[in-house]
Protein backbone atom coordinates (compact mmCIF):
# COMPACT_ATOMS: atom_id res chain seq x y z
CA UNK A 1 0.00 0.00 0.00
CA UNK A 2 1.27 3.72 -0.45
CA UNK A 3 2.76 4.93 2.42
CA UNK A 4 4.40 8.21 3.39
CA UNK A 5 7.68 8.40 5.79
CA UNK A 6 9.78 11.59 7.60
CA UNK A 7 12.76 11.55 8.24
CA UNK A 8 15.80 13.94 8.75
CA UNK A 9 17.54 15.77 12.34
CA UNK A 10 15.06 15.91 15.39
CA UNK A 11 17.08 19.18 16.96
CA UNK A 12 18.27 21.52 15.98
CA UNK A 13 19.80 25.06 17.05
CA UNK A 14 18.19 28.92 16.34
CA UNK A 15 19.09 30.32 12.73
CA UNK A 16 20.09 26.86 11.18
CA UNK A 17 18.32 25.04 8.26
CA UNK A 18 15.40 22.24 8.75
CA UNK A 19 15.31 20.06 6.34
CA UNK A 20 13.42 17.23 6.07
CA UNK A 21 12.69 14.58 3.37
CA UNK A 22 9.22 12.41 2.56
CA UNK A 23 9.74 9.11 0.97
CA UNK A 24 6.56 7.63 -0.88
CA UNK A 25 6.56 4.33 -1.57
CA UNK A 26 4.04 2.22 -2.60
CA UNK A 27 3.56 4.97 -5.76
CA UNK A 28 5.29 6.90 -8.18
CA UNK A 29 5.28 10.99 -7.22
CA UNK A 30 5.22 11.14 -10.93
CA UNK A 31 1.79 9.98 -11.49
CA UNK A 32 -0.27 12.75 -9.78
CA UNK A 33 -1.06 14.49 -6.61
CA UNK A 34 0.23 17.57 -4.58
CA UNK A 35 2.57 16.31 -2.10
CA UNK A 36 2.82 18.32 0.80
CA UNK A 37 3.88 19.20 4.22
CA UNK A 38 1.76 20.41 7.28
CA UNK A 39 3.09 21.00 11.00
CA UNK A 40 1.85 20.79 13.82
CA UNK A 41 3.30 22.63 17.21
CA UNK A 42 3.07 20.22 20.72
CA UNK A 43 -0.53 20.58 22.30
CA UNK A 44 -1.80 22.99 19.11
CA UNK A 45 -3.23 22.85 15.86
CA UNK A 46 -2.40 22.13 12.15
CA UNK A 47 -0.60 24.46 9.72
CA UNK A 48 -0.05 23.78 6.22
CA UNK A 49 3.37 24.89 4.66
CA UNK A 50 3.26 24.28 1.23
CA UNK A 51 3.09 21.74 -1.31
CA UNK A 52 4.51 20.58 -4.91
CA UNK A 53 3.74 18.89 -7.86
CA UNK A 54 6.01 16.29 -9.96
CA UNK A 55 6.41 19.11 -12.49
CA UNK A 56 8.18 21.66 -9.55
CA UNK A 57 5.46 23.95 -9.55
CA UNK A 58 5.04 25.12 -5.98
CA UNK A 59 2.53 26.66 -3.59
CA UNK A 60 3.95 27.66 -0.37
CA UNK A 61 1.72 29.29 2.69
CA UNK A 62 2.49 33.18 2.72
CA UNK A 63 2.90 33.49 6.77
CA UNK A 64 5.85 30.62 5.70
CA UNK A 65 6.40 32.04 1.81
CA UNK A 66 10.09 33.61 2.87
CA UNK A 67 11.88 30.89 5.03
CA UNK A 68 10.25 27.51 2.86
CA UNK A 69 11.63 25.72 -0.29
CA UNK A 70 9.82 22.68 -1.27
CA UNK A 71 11.57 20.15 -4.04
CA UNK A 72 11.47 17.02 -5.84
CA UNK A 73 13.06 14.30 -6.33
CA UNK A 74 11.28 11.90 -8.70
CA UNK A 75 14.74 9.50 -9.21
CA UNK A 76 14.22 8.58 -5.69
CA UNK A 77 10.80 8.94 -4.84
CA UNK A 78 11.17 11.72 -2.36
CA UNK A 79 9.66 15.46 -1.81
CA UNK A 80 11.91 17.34 0.64
CA UNK A 81 10.99 20.41 2.97
CA UNK A 82 13.70 23.29 3.78
CA UNK A 83 12.93 25.66 6.29
CA UNK A 84 15.71 28.49 7.05
CA UNK A 85 16.33 31.12 9.96
CA UNK A 86 14.34 28.37 12.68
CA UNK A 87 13.59 29.56 15.73
CA UNK A 88 11.68 28.26 19.29
CA UNK A 89 8.21 28.74 17.05
CA UNK A 90 9.29 26.46 14.28
CA UNK A 91 9.37 23.31 16.75
CA UNK A 92 6.63 21.14 15.46
CA UNK A 93 5.93 17.33 14.38
CA UNK A 94 6.15 18.21 10.75
CA UNK A 95 3.81 15.91 8.92
CA UNK A 96 4.07 15.00 4.94
CA UNK A 97 0.72 14.37 3.56
CA UNK A 98 -0.69 14.39 -0.20
CA UNK A 99 -3.89 16.17 -1.41
CA UNK A 100 -5.00 17.08 -4.73
CA UNK A 101 -6.82 19.90 -6.22
CA UNK A 102 -10.18 19.04 -5.25
CA UNK A 103 -9.58 16.37 -2.31
CA UNK A 104 -7.65 17.17 0.95
CA UNK A 105 -4.94 15.60 2.63
CA UNK A 106 -6.44 12.04 2.42
CA UNK A 107 -2.73 10.16 3.30
CA UNK A 108 0.06 11.19 6.10
CA UNK A 109 3.49 10.72 6.81
CA UNK A 110 3.84 9.69 10.93
CA UNK A 111 5.06 12.68 11.76
CA UNK A 112 8.74 13.60 12.92
CA UNK A 113 9.63 15.91 15.73
CA UNK A 114 11.65 18.59 15.21
CA UNK A 115 12.69 21.05 18.30
CA UNK A 116 14.86 24.19 17.52
CA UNK A 117 16.47 24.60 21.09
CA UNK A 118 20.07 26.21 22.02
CA UNK B 1 -9.95 32.12 5.77
CA UNK B 2 -9.99 32.01 9.18
CA UNK B 3 -12.12 28.32 10.42
CA UNK B 4 -13.56 28.57 13.97
CA UNK B 5 -14.45 25.51 15.44
CA UNK B 6 -17.03 25.22 18.45
CA UNK B 7 -17.00 24.10 21.00
CA UNK B 8 -13.70 23.86 21.94
CA UNK B 9 -13.80 20.68 24.30
CA UNK B 10 -17.02 18.73 24.67
CA UNK B 11 -17.31 15.83 27.50
CA UNK B 12 -19.93 12.89 26.57
CA UNK B 13 -20.19 9.38 27.25
CA UNK B 14 -20.37 6.52 24.37
CA UNK B 15 -23.43 6.12 23.05
CA UNK B 16 -23.77 9.99 22.52
CA UNK B 17 -24.89 11.82 20.04
CA UNK B 18 -22.34 14.84 18.95
CA UNK B 19 -22.51 17.70 16.49
CA UNK B 20 -19.44 19.73 15.87
CA UNK B 21 -19.17 22.85 14.17
CA UNK B 22 -17.01 24.79 11.62
CA UNK B 23 -17.34 28.07 10.57
CA UNK B 24 -15.54 30.17 7.61
CA UNK B 25 -14.89 33.59 7.84
CA UNK B 26 -15.20 34.06 4.06
CA UNK B 27 -17.34 31.38 1.46
CA UNK B 28 -15.23 28.58 0.82
CA UNK B 29 -14.32 27.65 -3.38
CA UNK B 30 -16.76 25.75 -4.68
CA UNK B 31 -18.92 25.99 -1.72
CA UNK B 32 -17.61 22.37 0.17
CA UNK B 33 -13.96 22.27 -0.44
CA UNK B 34 -14.15 21.48 3.19
CA UNK B 35 -13.05 18.28 5.12
CA UNK B 36 -13.16 17.38 8.64
CA UNK B 37 -10.18 15.20 10.73
CA UNK B 38 -9.66 12.68 13.80
CA UNK B 39 -6.26 13.04 15.44
CA UNK B 40 -5.43 11.15 18.42
CA UNK B 41 -2.34 11.23 20.58
CA UNK B 42 0.84 10.89 18.84
CA UNK B 43 -0.55 10.09 15.55
CA UNK B 44 -1.18 11.73 12.24
CA UNK B 45 -4.95 13.11 11.40
CA UNK B 46 -6.86 10.87 9.73
CA UNK B 47 -9.12 12.07 7.14
CA UNK B 48 -12.95 11.27 7.63
CA UNK B 49 -14.92 13.83 4.91
CA UNK B 50 -13.98 15.47 2.34
CA UNK B 51 -16.33 17.65 0.14
CA UNK B 52 -18.15 18.85 2.82
CA UNK B 53 -20.06 15.53 3.44
CA UNK B 54 -18.50 12.28 1.65
CA UNK B 55 -16.92 9.65 4.18
CA UNK B 56 -13.07 8.48 3.29
CA UNK B 57 -12.55 5.06 2.59
CA UNK B 58 -13.09 2.84 5.75
CA UNK B 59 -15.11 5.38 7.65
CA UNK B 60 -17.74 4.22 9.77
CA UNK B 61 -21.29 5.22 8.62
CA UNK B 62 -22.00 6.74 12.22
CA UNK B 63 -19.98 9.71 10.88
CA UNK B 64 -21.38 12.59 8.43
CA UNK B 65 -20.35 15.82 7.49
CA UNK B 66 -22.75 18.73 6.13
CA UNK B 67 -23.29 22.71 5.29
CA UNK B 68 -22.17 25.12 2.74
CA UNK B 69 -20.92 28.08 1.82
CA UNK B 70 -19.44 28.90 5.57
CA UNK B 71 -21.16 26.84 7.85
CA UNK B 72 -20.26 23.06 8.47
CA UNK B 73 -20.82 20.46 10.76
CA UNK B 74 -19.91 17.16 11.58
CA UNK B 75 -22.46 14.75 13.38
CA UNK B 76 -21.38 11.13 15.26
CA UNK B 77 -24.01 9.72 15.70
CA UNK B 78 -23.46 7.50 18.11
CA UNK B 79 -19.80 7.89 20.47
CA UNK B 80 -17.80 4.60 20.14
CA UNK B 81 -14.91 4.80 22.84
CA UNK B 82 -12.60 5.17 20.25
CA UNK B 83 -13.81 8.35 18.34
CA UNK B 84 -12.81 10.39 21.58
CA UNK B 85 -10.05 12.44 20.09
CA UNK B 86 -9.56 15.81 18.64
CA UNK B 87 -11.29 16.55 15.58
CA UNK B 88 -10.04 19.69 12.56
CA UNK B 89 -12.32 20.91 9.94
CA UNK B 90 -10.12 21.92 6.89
CA UNK B 91 -10.89 23.88 3.83
CA UNK B 92 -8.67 23.50 0.49
CA UNK B 93 -10.28 25.25 -2.12
CA UNK B 94 -8.79 28.41 -1.15
CA UNK B 95 -4.65 28.97 -1.00
CA UNK B 96 -3.52 29.11 1.52
CA UNK B 97 -5.04 25.98 3.01
CA UNK B 98 -6.24 26.46 6.96
CA UNK B 99 -7.41 24.55 9.71
CA UNK B 100 -9.52 25.12 12.34
CA UNK B 101 -8.13 24.90 15.86
CA UNK B 102 -9.73 21.54 17.11
CA UNK B 103 -12.62 20.20 18.92
CA UNK B 104 -11.54 17.76 21.36
CA UNK B 105 -14.18 15.00 22.48
CA UNK B 106 -13.77 13.71 26.13
CA UNK B 107 -14.86 11.08 28.02
CA UNK B 108 -17.63 12.12 30.41
Known amino acids: QVQLQESGPGLLKPSETLSLTCTVS?????????WGWVRQPPGKGLEWIGNIYHNGNTHYNPSLKSRVTISVDTSKNQFSLKLSSVTAADTAVYYC???????????WGQGTLVTVSS | IVLTQSPGTLSLSPGDRVTLSCRASQSIASSTYLAWYQQKPGQAPRLLIYGASSRATGVPDRFSGSGSGTDFTLTISRLEPEDFAVYYCQQYGNSPYTFGQGTKLEIK
Open chain 1, 26 to 34: GYSITSGYF
Open chain 1, 97 to 107: ARNTYSTPFDL
